[in-house]
């Protein structure tokens, strides 16, 4: 699959940091779907900006659209500087703080990425709070059998057995990349 410039530049940043936990590309042409479906006036969450590899699929799935917008959140202050140093659309917004405790005060969304603990193994019950009706909430790096620690392996065993029997979603498991959880939160 040919990557989108975008993209490529993010993969670049990450190498230039030496970060190693960016989405996989199958993870990412994912995202780049699901922001296409985001409605018009719509808003996206990213968990976990890391050096914008997620956020960059997310920017090019909405193409030349300007009436999104994207809320990123990083906990980590000079990983956020790097990356907001790139060139981004003005409908980003960037977030520094703690993913789980700055949820509640962010809104509501159409499409949540969750590819941070906050918000995903802390926090999860925010995140779905945060979900609009017909929301998309994507959770990466689900696959609990790519991760050696065993409480980062109970966390997420927790973590998906509360999405599939959250009666307010529905959800499907995509075992491929780092492990998928797709949920869409009932009308």
Known sequence: MALPA??????????????????????????????????????????????????????????????????????????????RSAPWPPYVRFELGDEATLIPALGAFDLIFA????????????????????????VDDMDVTRHEDPELQQGLTRVRQELITDERLVCSVLAFSSGVIVAVRRW
């Open 115 to 138: 590819d941070a603990p906050g918000g995903k193994t802390v926090g999860l019950e925010s995140t779905i709070a945060a979900l609009r009706a017909g929301g998309t909430l994507i």
């Open 6 to 83: 975008i993209v490529v530049d993010a993969r670049q940043r990450a190498e230039a940091a030496g970060f190693t936990l960016s989405s996989k590309p199958e993870v990412g042409a994912l995202l780049s779907c699901l922001a296409a479906t985001v409605p018009a006036e719509g808003r996206i969450l990213e968990l976990g900006t890391g050096v914008g590899s997620g956020l960059s699929w997310l920017v090019h799935g909405l193409g030349a659209r300007t009436d999104v917008e994207i809320v990123t959140v990083e906990i980590d202050d000079a990983l956020q500087t790097h990356t």
